[in-house]
Nanobody, 114 residues
């Protein structure tokens, strides 16, 4: 059974940093491209960042480019999202997902506020 468990969210001031983690199981993690999405209140879920299965290529939404970094550790079946220079508009629930699999975790709340 596919499981995705996101963690690392919290309340942070503008300009601060957070590191999100997503522990995956139930599928061949090292063969799967991984993605981070986010959903803000009243908005549709949007793709934030993608990393290939071996981590040799990444892509970012324009809104986070230069501030967020996606990475992975295939030995630990975990994907990360390092978020720096956070802005209030980054406030959302963040989710990870494997490309091609229609499973979502419970998400982790990120709130950027002074």
């Amino acid at each position: 059974q596919v499981q995705l468990v996101e963690s690392g969210g919290g309340l942070v001031q503008p300009g601060g940093s957070l590191r999100l983690s997503c522990a995956a199981s139930g599928f061949t993690f090292h063969m799967s491209d991984m993605n981070w999405y986010r959903q803000a209140p009243g908005k549709e879920r949007e793709l934030v960042a993608t990393i290939t299965n071996v981590g040799d290529n990444t892509n970012y939404a324009d809104s986070v480019k230069g501030r967020f970094t996606i990475s992975r550790d295939n030995a630990k079946n975990t994907v990360y999202l390092q978020m720096n220079s956070l802005k209030p508009e980054d406030t959302a629930v963040y989710y990870c997902r494997a490309t091609g699999l229609l499973y979502w975790g419970q998400g982790t709340q990120v709130t950027v506020s002074s």
